[in-house]
């Protein structure tokens, strides 16, 4: 373990080896196996050789270098099965995220407020307001977007995604 935290450098390959080893949820394999097309082998594996590692030890360099061309000819399929995986996974977050969101319908003449983005001028810190308005809905397209004007009639000069 490490004993303080500036010692953090000295466990940091341990920390990567894990990360890299273990199966992501979102891809349906591992890092290491998407980029190198096989399993990684782990150390203890090599100091006390597992029945993989004497397999592969025992072949002839024609026979393993034939192998390892069929290996690299499959991570293709394995790179496509976790972009599937991954576009499933995706699904399921949206709907997932979608089941929470309710549709707004906004009509001409209509007040609403506006929200300030973190990224905007108006963010002057913690409590500064996330509201801005109040707006009058001038028109409203069919894709969400709306245009707005203040209270005064004057058009704001972006329309707004809702």
Not at 16 to 35: I, K
Not at 115 to 127: M, R, T
């Amino acid at each position: 373990m490490v004993q303080s935290s500036r010692q953090w450098h000295e466990k940091l390959h341990f920390a990567l080896l894990g990360y890299r080893t273990t199966v992501r949820t979102s891809v349906g394999a591992t890092p290491y196996s998407l980029v190198n097309g096989t399993e990684a082998v782990i150390p203890v594996e090599v100091e006390i050789p597992s029945l993989r590692i004497v397999v592969e030890a025992e072949i002839d360099d024609d026979e393993w270098i034939k192998t390892r061309l069929e290996q690299l000819s499959l991570i293709d399929k394995k790179r496509m099965t976790s972009v599937c995986h991954g576009q499933l996974y995706q699904k399921r977050m949206a709907r997932a995220y979608n089941k929470k969101v309710h549709p707004r319908r906004f009509e001409e003449g209509q007040l609403v407020l506006g929200h300030i983005l973190p990224h905007q001028a108006e963010v002057k810190g913690k409590f500064s307001p996330n509201w801005k308005g109040p707006f009058i809905v001038k028109k409203v397209l069919s894709n969400g977007v709306l245009y707005l004007a203040d209270i005064e009639g004057k058009m704001t000069e972006n329309g707004h995604q809702c």
